[in-house]
C-alpha cells in the first residue's frame, strides 16, 4: 500500500504564489518519477510538471518560467513551487509517482487524492 500526502494548496491572488508538497510513502523500494498534473473544470487532466530520480525535469510550456519542480529523494517528496500565478491556473492539483515495490518489478504508478489551487483575478 502506497500512500501521498499532498498539502500546500489555497486561495491565492494573481500574482500571487503557492508551494505544493507531496510525500510518499509505503510500500515503495524506489521512486522513478514524481510530479504534478492538473484538472480544470470541464478540461482533460495535464501534466504540469515532473522530475526524475536523475533530476531531469518536464514541464508544460504555459507553466515554464513560473513553476519550479523539485524534490527530496531521502523524503520520497516532491514539491512544486508556483510563482506569478494566473486565473488559468487554477485547478485541482495531482500529485503523481512512478514507482516500484520491490527490486526487478513492474514500475506502478499512484495519484494522490489532489488539493485545489485558486487564483483569483
Known amino acids: 500500500q502506497v500512500q501521498l500526502v499532498e498539502s500546500g494548496g489555497g486561495l491565492v491572488q494573481a500574482g500571487g504564489s503557492l508551494r505544493l508538497s507531496c510525500a510518499a510513502s509505503?510500500?515503495?523500494?524506489?521512486?522513478?518519477?514524481m510530479g504534478w498534473y492538473r484538472q480544470a473544470p470541464g478540461k482533460q487532466r495535464e501534466l504540469v510538471a515532473a522530475?526524475?530520480?536523475?533530476?531531469?525535469?518536464e514541464y508544460a510550456d504555459s507553466v515554464k518560467g513560473r513553476f519550479t519542480v523539485s524534490r527530496d529523494n531521502a523524503k520520497n517528496t516532491v514539491y512544486l513551487l508556483m510563482n506569478s500565478l494566473k486565473p488559468e491556473d487554477t485547478a485541482v492539483y495531482y500529485c503523481?509517482?512512478?514507482?516500484?515495490?520491490?527490486?526487478?518489478?513492474?514500475?506502478?504508478?499512484?495519484w494522490g487524492q489532489g488539493t485545489q489551487v485558486t487564483v483569483s483575478s
Open positions: 522530475i526524475t530520480s536523475g533530476s531531469r525535469m
Open positions: 509505503g510500500s515503495i523500494f524506489s521512486i522513478n518519477a
Open positions: 503523481h509517482v512512478k514507482y516500484r515495490r520491490w527490486e526487478n518489478t513492474p514500475w506502478r504508478a499512484y
